[in-house]
């Protein structure tokens, strides 16, 4: 599974947190993030954006591995925070510790 993260300067602090997040507690989970603020990856963050008619930064689309989306985290909805993205991964993702 892949997270995208459409973001920009206001939002930087939480795509860092949020990537220590998965890193720590979803080894399996790919995170993959967009910054709006920058020249290449501009066009990916809107396109992820407008592909769910999203407006605000962050953003984030849970993919599973036939890129398919699972869960949108909309700013709009107060979705968009860690606790909220980590209560959904949870949902969606049965290996969650490194340890085994």
């Known amino acids: 599974m892949i997270l995208k993260v459409a973001y920009d300067d206001s939002s930087e602090k939480f ?42 930064n962050p953003f984030a689309v849970l993919f599973d591995d036939d890129n398919i989306p699972v869960k949108a985290f909309y700013t709009e909805a107060n979705e968009c925070v860690l606790l909220d993205i980590a209560k959904g991964l949870d949902s969606f993702i049965i290996y969650k510790t490194k340890n085994i």
């Open 15 to 56: 795509f860092k947190d949020l990537t220590i997040l998965v890193e720590n507690n979803y080894p399996l989970l790919k995170i993959e993030g967009f910054h709006e603020n920058k020249l290449k990856e501009r066009s990916k963050a809107f396109k992820l954006k407008g592909g769910f008619s999203a407006r605000k």
